[in-house]
């Protein structure tokens, strides 16, 4: 699931591009399902999607490790299946039309995929992590009686389900995501049984599935032995104290009150965490590198002032060339890089602008006299307000870059200066 406004099911990419998809169930099948999926990879000749979701990428295990492979293994394709020139993309297309039953066969006789049968009409198709919630339930309350099968390869092995509509007059598809092999299994088993699951209201339509829903569904309700919580506030996330991020959203929504109808187009980062209290700053947040594209077409249509705040790293991933296509046209636009010195929303990792952002900003066309480093500290807000409100007057494309070290990053770097 991704953060936009619809919770995005990449078992339809798969679908889609007509490849193999395979989905863990556990933590020690996505370690062994991506050795699966690189032997299938080369003895197909074509990709193979691992979804993984929320809950488990969340996660972490104990696995068994296997043997190292062959670091040498990778044999790269001597022809021209690659060059997808629209002569040879249709040769392709006609040659993965004919390797789909090799793909249906692979799903079929799957270890990934099987019935665990119980002579019960209630059948379960499980998909991925859905098996662990059912599984779970079937041990909490000592289920008798279900046909389980269990789905982590794909495409669906239809004749599996359709020996489970057989055997069933009712059948639940648990899933998190999208209600995608409800769909197909409707399709599959037509009015042999009765198809239950996320469309139908068992299970609910939106957000992640749990163990309590899935036994919910199963026709068993949980209770917390402690009761439910009362009177717990809310705590979302927000910028750490001490944080840069929280100095240039100080300064910058303190600039934007003086003008009426401002925005401020974020982006992916830790600073998305303006668009919370107690900043509330940003108008939008879309995907990398959206900020400057967005503020720029706001610009262009009228906006004033139209302004983007953007991450080092982002900027450096997505960001460049929307500045470029900005200055070509020489919009109207302040864009804010706050520099933190790293990636710091997965871990720290170098950014890859680290001390050269100044450079990439005026070989790109952005006038000197208008790229500005400023030092987010609180003592320094009357000083950045200054600036913001210069270059939000000054009609073209200009750019802050706000340089303050992330605070965890600063914390690890003096616990390693000390142990030296």
């Given at each position: 699931m991704h953060s936009s406004q619809n919770e995005q099911d990449s078992r339809f990419y798969g679908k889609f591009a007509l490849i193999p998809i395979l989905e863990p169930s556990n933590q020690q099948e996505a370690y062994d399902m991506m050795k699966v999926a690189f032997e299938m990879s080369e003895k197909l000749q074509e990709p193979v999607l691992l979804r993984v979701v929320t809950r488990l990428a969340h996660s972490r295990a104990a696995v068994e490790v296997g043997a190292q492979g062959d670091e040498n293994a990778f044999n790269p394709s001597t022809g021209r299946g690659w060059v997808l020139l629209p002569g040879i993309a249709k040769k392709q297309y006609a040659a993965?039309?004919?390797?789909?039953?090799?793909?249906?066969?692979?799903?079929?006789?799957?270890?990934?995929?099987?019935?665990?049968?119980?002579?019960t009409k209630l059948g379960v198709v499980a998909c991925g992590i859905g098996y662990n919630y059912v599984k779970e339930a079937i041990a909490n309350f000592k289920i008798d009686g279900i046909n389980l099968l269990k789905i982590s390869q794909y495409p669906l092995p239809e004749s599996k389900i359709l020996d489970l509509a057989a055997e069933c007059e009712e059948i639940l598809v648990v899933e998190d995501g999208q209600p995608v092999v409800e769909t197909d299994v409707k399709t599959i088993v037509g009015d042999k049984a009765t198809v239950i699951g996320r469309l139908t209201g068992q299970l609910p339509r939106t957000g992640e599935l749990d163990p309590d829903s899935v036994s919910k569904a199963l026709g068993y309700e949980t209770q917390s032995p402690l009761g439910t919580a009362k009177n717990l506030a809310g705590r979302p996330p927000q910028l750490c104290q001490g944080c840069g991020h929280r100095d240039v959203y100080t300064a910058l929504k303190e600039v934007a009150a003086e003008y009426e109808g401002a925005r401020i187009f974020g982006d992916i980062g830790c600073y998305t965490l303006g668009a919370l209290p107690p900043f509330q700053a940003l108008a939008s947040c879309v995907d990398m590198g959206a900020s400057i594209t967005m503020a720029k077409g706001a610009a262009d249509a009228g906006l004033f002032p139209s302004i983007a705040v953007i991450g080092d790293s982002t900027f450096t991933h997505s960001g460049m060339t929307g500045l470029l296509d900005a200055v070509n046209d020489n919009s109207n636009i302040t864009v804010i890089i706050s520099d933190n010195l790293t990636t710091a929303m997965t871990g720290g990792q170098d950014s890859a602008g680290t001390n050269k952002f100044e450079a990439i900003c005026l070989g790109l066309g952005v006038s000197p006299d208008h790229v500005k480093v400023v030092t987010p500290t609180p003592p320094n807000i009357p000083e950045i307000k200054r600036i913001i409100k210069e270059e939000i007057e000054y009609n073209g494309v200009s750019v802050i870059i706000p340089r303050r070290e992330c605070m965890q990053t600063l914390m690890r770097h003096r616990k390693q200066a000390k142990k030296q």
């Open positions: 993965l039309l004919e390797k789909q039953p090799l793909m249906l066969e692979a799903a079929e006789n799957s270890p990934y995929n099987r019935n665990e049968k119980s002579g």
